[in-house]
């Protein structure tokens, strides 16, 4: 299997706890993007890399959040001091043309 | 602000017959529009995608149509199968900007 994945798939944290998300994108697209996924919403941006470099950050990103593509290959988000607002899936996609991005399966994250 | 609008939540069609999803957008820098289908526990799918440059674009059962003058585009499937139950998500995009996505609209395709 040759798609973007995604680990791990659900993560339960108490508030307060630190927790990190890996994504392994299609190993010839450049383009690692993050976004966020809430009940009844599409997917947010969050943020995107193209091969190590971080090119945009939205604004929904706080400070508590941050994200690395290290050698360009996989990325992790970290968030720190999690909060409940932050339960959401967290969604992993890459691409290497103009617009298609393809989707991992997701990080379900709920914080209690 | 709603930059990409899926105003209906939820559709319900036949089986074998045509599924028509809508799409409409405000910011007129979109230049490049793509619909996914997403699963429950899954990741978004991506079905197909349209330049501004075109009208029409066709791929098996699955035929989007880009209105520019409106800021419309729309999914049609056709048979529609049960299979083909999920929410359907519109997104656009301008340049090399990350996506923008509607919320999305169930579709039940009754058998």
């Known amino acids: 299997d040759t798609g973007v994945s995604q680990n791990p798939r659900h993560k339960i944290t108490k508030r307060g706890q630190n927790v990190t998300f890996r994504c392994d994108p299609i190993s010839e697209h450049n383009r690692l993007y993050w976004y966020r996924q809430t009940l009844g919403q599409g997917p947010e941006f969050l943020t995107y890399?193209?091969?190590?470099?971080?090119?945009?950050k939205s604004r929904l990103l706080s400070d508590r959040f941050s994200a690395e593509r290290p050698k360009g290959s996989f990325s992790t988000l970290e968030i720190q001091r999690t909060e409940q607002g932050d339960s959401a899936m967290y969604l992993c996609?890459?691409?290497?043309?103009?617009?298609?991005?393809?989707f991992g399966p997701g990080t379900r994250l709920t914080v209690t | 602000d709603q930059q990409v609008k899926q105003n209906s939540p939820s559709l319900s069609v036949q089986e074998g017959r045509i599924s028509i999803l809508n799409c409409d957008y405000t910011?007129?820098?979109?230049?490049?529009f793509l619909w996914y289908k997403k699963y429950p526990a899954e990741g978004p799918t991506f079905l197909i995608s349209?330049?501004?440059?075109?009208d029409k674009n066709e791929d098996g059962r699955f035929t989007v149509f880009l209105n520019k003058s409106a800021k419309h585009l729309s999914l049609h499937i056709v048979p529609s199968q049960p299979g083909d139950s999920a929410v359907y998500f519109c997104?656009?995009?301008?340049?090399?900007?990350?996506?923008?996505f509607g919320k999305g609209t169930r579709l039940s395709v009754i058998a």
């Open positions: 997104a656009a995009t301008s340049g090399n900007t990350p996506l923008v």
């Open positions: 996609a890459s691409s290497s043309s103009y617009s298609e991005q393809y």
């Open positions: 910011n007129s820098m979109f230049d490049y």
């Open positions: 349209i330049s501004s440059i075109k």
């Open positions: 890399f193209q091969n190590e470099a971080q090119l945009e």
